[in-house]
C-alpha cells in the first residue's frame, strides 16, 4: 500500500475525495464537443457559466478542472467566466422575497433569520466564444 493511503473498498485512499467540479467539466466539455460537431468551430476561446451563490460548486476548483481537463484540446486556453448571482429566498418572518449572499444571511428586509431558499442552485451554460 502507498505510502499515506488506506484501503478503501478494495482500493487505496488518499483521503481526497474527487471533486464533483471534475465531473461538472466534463459534462460541460462534452456538451461543447456535441456542439462543435454541429457547428464545426476549432477553438474555444470563451466559456460564460452561471452558478447560483447556493450551489455547492466551488468556482476556483471548476476553474482548476476546466484548466486541467482543457490541455491538449480545443478549449486549452479558454477563458472561463464564471457569473455568481445571489439566492432567493422568502422571509418566514415578513413574507419577503429577497435576494442573498449565503444561505445562513439574515433577511435585507426586516432583519428576521429564517430565510426558505427558493432559487440560486442553478448552473447554465450561457454562452460561448468560438472560432
Same mark, same amino acid.
Given at each position: 500500500?502507498?505510502?499515506?493511503?488506506?484501503?478503501?473498498?478494495?482500493?487505496?485512499?488518499?483521503?481526497?475525495?474527487?471533486?464533483?467540479?471534475?465531473?461538472?467539466?466534463?459534462?460541460?466539455?462534452?456538451?461543447?464537443?456535441?456542439?462543435?460537431?454541429?457547428?464545426?468551430?476549432?477553438?474555444?476561446?470563451?466559456?460564460? +457559466?452561471?452558478?447560483?451563490?447556493?450551489?455547492? +460548486?466551488?468556482?476556483?476548483?471548476?476553474?482548476?478542472?476546466?484548466?486541467? +481537463?482543457? &490541455?491538449?484540446?480545443?478549449?486549452?486556453?479558454?477563458?472561463?467566466?464564471?457569473?455568481?448571482?445571489?439566492?432567493?429566498?422568502?422571509?418566514?418572518?415578513?413574507?419577503?422575497?429577497?435576494?442573498?449572499?449565503?444561505?445562513?444571511?439574515?433577511?435585507?428586509?426586516?432583519?428576521?433569520?429564517? +430565510? &426558505?431558499?427558493?432559487?440560486?442552485?442553478?448552473? &447554465?451554460?450561457?454562452?460561448?466564444?468560438?472560432?
Amino acid at each position: 500500500m502507498p505510502a499515506g493511503c488506506r484501503k478503501a473498498a478494495g482500493r487505496y485512499h488518499t483521503g481526497i475525495e474527487p471533486m464533483h467540479e471534475l465531473t461538472i467539466c466534463e459534462s460541460l466539455f462534452k456538451m461543447v464537443e456535441q456542439e462543435q460537431q454541429t457547428r464545426h468551430f476549432t477553438k474555444v476561446c470563451r466559456v460564460r +457559466l452561471e452558478i447560483g451563490r447556493f450551489s455547492c +460548486l466551488d468556482p476556483e476548483a471548476l476553474r482548476y478542472a476546466f484548466d486541467i +481537463l482543457g &490541455r491538449e484540446t480545443m478549449l486549452e486556453g479558454a477563458k472561463l467566466e464564471i457569473d455568481q448571482p445571489p439566492g432567493d429566498a422568502i422571509c418566514l418572518d415578513c413574507g419577503a422575497a429577497v435576494a442573498v449572499d449565503t444561505r445562513l444571511s439574515d433577511c435585507p428586509a426586516c432583519g428576521g433569520k429564517r +430565510l &426558505r431558499p427558493t432559487g440560486g442552485d442553478q448552473m &447554465r451554460f450561457i454562452e460561448m466564444e468560438v472560432r
